[in-house]
């Protein structure tokens, strides 16, 4: 690994009258400038720790994921690869360069180890967080890399959902890693670099950029707007709620043994959801709202209130009808009609391109963190594609995967050890 | 809340197909009423076209508030007629279609299938407010939840037109389907009869059926195996016009501007559907090339534009 971070080597270049570094050192500085309003401390989110960053870590603007397919089956490849990819995060959660020689320093002959086009950018807040998708386990009820019986209950197949239009292209997956980042280059280069490692072991089933992040995971975050143009987290399980993350989104201690690898980890369920927009922009604000069950302006809930105020979903207006509408998407995904069920979304915006027909293919990249998709991912989104107007009228689901996210690594470990050596 | 046609809560998922061609509007013409549905609607049938002029023109000099109610009164007595219209051939086609498809007459079925659905699609969000009929009568394969029984028509579909390594219906299974497809609709029948339609959900079904050719239509995702979607596509647009032109007095009224430009976007969708007008039907939706779908799909979204302002200019 190259030791010194990716401004440092730059500094260096610029001071020493490398030609050539001119070109980079100027957009280096600019991007200086964002790193000093950040201050330099926050540029960086610990990698090393109980549980992996990158769920309750604040929410970054960016997101870069992408799902790999193992194409060895030697378990010993595997694991080697999940070192190298260790050891890479580690540097470039860090801001520095991958390989020993980074991506300048290296023969002049040889391709360099690390692709470069985050040079001169700082960390920006880069997390990575790795998954293991059911495939990963068995396929085809055959058992793989010595996994049989090792996949936890909790890891399901998940079941078709009404009005499902999956693409087999954008689904499943044996490993997934999600890069966030405040610099999309940044999350980006992180994708690009681990797939270029994994080359010969693992290829990209899917990926899916997110140019702006859909909720906030942290109290001291504001609360972004979705692409319906709706504030979107505001009842959100936040980094602050110690109590909720236990119940709701990390795995409990306790359970089987065979899974016990898992604890302090959590299951990453993520939906490709396309949004119909046009159609949308067509609605009118009445109707957007009574969709959502919140206002568009402040995100109150249509009870009454300001943005954090409790939705009261009892409440009625002149016409005796609640003000809240039963099948709003709100009430639909209220914990208080689910069972109490809460969840840490994590979601982004994207816009992939054109759909053929004269219309952007958006939508939102839905990412959500549960201690048991089974309880509390799987019961709700059956109800929303059944009573939620929102998902019936206005998305369709293109993508999906479902992962088992271990808990985090300590200095000289890898991501999911327990699962290989327990 | 400003519920599309009725009750939202009740809606459930995706809407349907379409069908015949028979034109809608001849039939509306036949019901009686409506003398303007007449005319322009009827351009629905891959027949003509040409949309009509508006019949009446609105009152003198009464309060322009008055005036306005009184017209959109009239706009949703006039629909429901059509409503009304519509589901009694529904419901005889219906008829008609499951005792070919419980007697193993797959050919008659066949033929039957895409026509008497038009007259559900036309209607479609009148019947989408009752949230246990639509999914009985009208789900698609994809839109079944696990362990979900399948009923209606999609079922029926997919045994007509089916696709390789596709395990047929037993006869005694094709009786039970049929059956249970004309209990449904006469059930719809009659519970059509006792909603209250106003103006606003005239205007915004008519958005909605819209909204419908572009996600579900355009796209061919509605008739998986039978590839009829221009049916479909055509008894949406034939509702969504016949809406516009009975709220047209109002509309004229209001903002003259706007009806010209929904006559001339209506206009434009027609005249390229009707290029793919064949026989007594339309061309499957396979048969279609790529450019041909694209084309489609922009005069959709050009009408669809001035369509969702519909409702706030006969309301305000
Ligand atoms: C494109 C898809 C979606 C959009 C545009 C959307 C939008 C929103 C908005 C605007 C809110 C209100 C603000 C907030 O509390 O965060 C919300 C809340 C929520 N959504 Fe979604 N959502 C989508 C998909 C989903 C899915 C797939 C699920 C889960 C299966 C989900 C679960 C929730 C939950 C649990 C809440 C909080 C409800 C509460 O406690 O008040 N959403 N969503």
Redesign the interface.
């Known amino acids: 690994m190259s030791q010194v971070s990716r401004r440092g080597l730059l500094s260096l270049a610029g001071a020493g009258g490398v030609g050539a570094a001119a070109g980079l050192a100027a957009g280096f500085l600019g991007h200086d400038a964002v790193a000093e309003a950040a201050g330099p401390a926050n540029d960086t989110v610990a990698f090393y720790g109980d549980r992996q960053s990158g769920i309750t870590t604040p929410a970054q603007d960016r997101l870069h994921m992408a799902a790999f397919d193992v194409i060895t089956e030697d378990r010993a490849e595997l694991i080697q690869l999940l070192k190298d990819w260790t050891e890479a995060a580690a540097a470039l959660t860090a801001g520095r360069e991958t390989g020993s020689t980074g991506a300048v320093g290296g023969p002049a002959d040889a391709p360099p180890e690390d692709t470069g086009e985050a040079l001169g950018l700082n960390a920006a807040r880069l997390t990575l967080t790795f998954g293991f998708g059911p495939t990963l386990f068995e396929k085809d009820g055959t058992g793989r890399f010595g996994l049989a019986g090792r996949r936890p209950e909790a890891l399901i197949d998940l079941?078709?959902?009404?009005?499902?239009?999956l693409q087999e292209q954008r689904t499943g997956g044996d490993l997934v890693v999600q890069a966030c980042s405040d610099d999309p280059q940044v999350a980006v280069h992180a994708i690009r670099n681990l797939a270029r490692i994994g080359f010969g072991k693992t290829r990209v089933r899917w990926s899916q950029l997110g140019f702006g992040r859909t909720s906030s995971t942290s109290r001291s975050q504001q609360t972004p707007r979705n692409l319906f143009g709706f504030k979107d987290g505001t009842s959100n399980v936040k980094a602050e709620d110690a109590g909720l993350l236990d119940a709701h989104v990390w795995v409990p201690g306790g359970g089987k043994a065979t899974e016990a690898w898992m604890e302090g980890g959590s299951y990453l369920v993520a939906r490709r959801i396309r949004m119909?927009i046009?159609?949308w922009d067509?609605?009118?604000l009445?109707?957007q709202e009574?969709l959502i069950g919140r206002t568009k302006a402040e995100g109150a809930p249509l009870s009454g209130g300001t943005e954090f105020t409790a939705p009261d979903f009892d409440a009625k207006g002149p016409d005796q009808?609640t003000l809240i509408?039963?099948?709003s998407h709100v009430r639909v995904a209220h914990p208080s009609h689910n069972n109490g069920v809460r969840m840490l979304r994590r979601g982004y915006n994207f816009t992939d391109g054109s759909d053929?027909?004269?219309?952007l293919d958006a939508g939102l990249f839905f990412i959500a963190f549960v201690k048991d998709p089974r309880t509390h991912y799987v019961p709700m989104q059956?109800a929303m594609?059944?009573?939620d107007?929102l998902s019936?009228?206005y998305l369709?689901h293109t993508g999906s995967g479902l992962f088992a996210v271990p808990p985090g690594v300590r200095p000289g470990g890898f991501f999911g050890e327990g699962l290989f050596t327990a | 809340m400003n519920a599309p046609y009725f009750d939202r809560q009740s809606r459930a998922p995706r809407g349907p197909a379409a069908r015949s061609i028979t034109s809608a509007l001849g039939l509306v013409a036949g019901a009686v009423l409506l003398p303007l549905v007449l005319t322009s609607c009827a351009g629905a049938g891959v027949g003509a076209g040409a949309p009509a002029s508006p019949a009446g023109s609105p009152a003198g000099n009464v309060s322009g508030d008055a005036t306005l109610q009184k017209l959109n009164d009239t706009a949703a007595a006039k629909y429901s007629a059509y409503v009304e219209d519509q589901v009694d051939q529904l419901v005889a086609g219906t008829k008609a279609f499951a005792a070919a498809f419980a007697d193993g007459n797959a050919a008659t079925a066949r033929s039957l299938y895409a026509p008497t659905r038009m007259h559900w699609e036309r209607i479609e969000p009148v019947a989408e407010a009752f949230g246990d009929l639509d999914p009985k009568l009208d789900l698609r394969q994809a839109d079944l939840a696990p362990g979900e029984q399948w009923t209606g028509w999609h079922r029926a579909e997919k045994d007509l037109f089916a696709p390789a390594g596709y395990q047929p219906m037993t006869t005694s299974e094709r009786a039970v389907l049929a059956k249970q497809l004309v209990a449904d609709t006469e059930d719809l029948r009659r519970r059509t009869r006792t909603v209250t339609l106003t103006a606003d959900k005239l205007g915004n079904g008519a958005k909605e059926l819209l909204d419908e050719v572009a996600t579900g239509k355009v796209t061919g995702e509605e008739e998986t195996w039978s590839h009829t979607d221009l049916w479909d596509f055509q008894a949406n647009v034939d509702g969504a016009r016949t809406a516009f032109e009975i709220l047209r007095p109002a509309l004229q009224q209001n903002n003259a501007g706007l009806a010209t430009e929904l006559d001339s976007k209506f206009a434009a969708l027609q005249t390229e559907l009707k290029k793919h007008a064949k026989g007594d039907g339309f061309a499957y939706y396979g048969e279609l090339t790529p450019v041909q779908v694209q084309k489609l799909a922009a005069l959709v979204d050009a009408l669809g534009e001035p369509l969702s302002r519909l409702t706030s200019a006969v309301v305000q």
């Open positions: 079941p078709h959902f009404p009005g499902d239009g119909h046009e159609i067509r609605t009118s009445r109707e009574s009808e509408a039963r099948d053929g027909l004269g219309h059956l594609a059944r009573q107007t019936v009228e369709q």
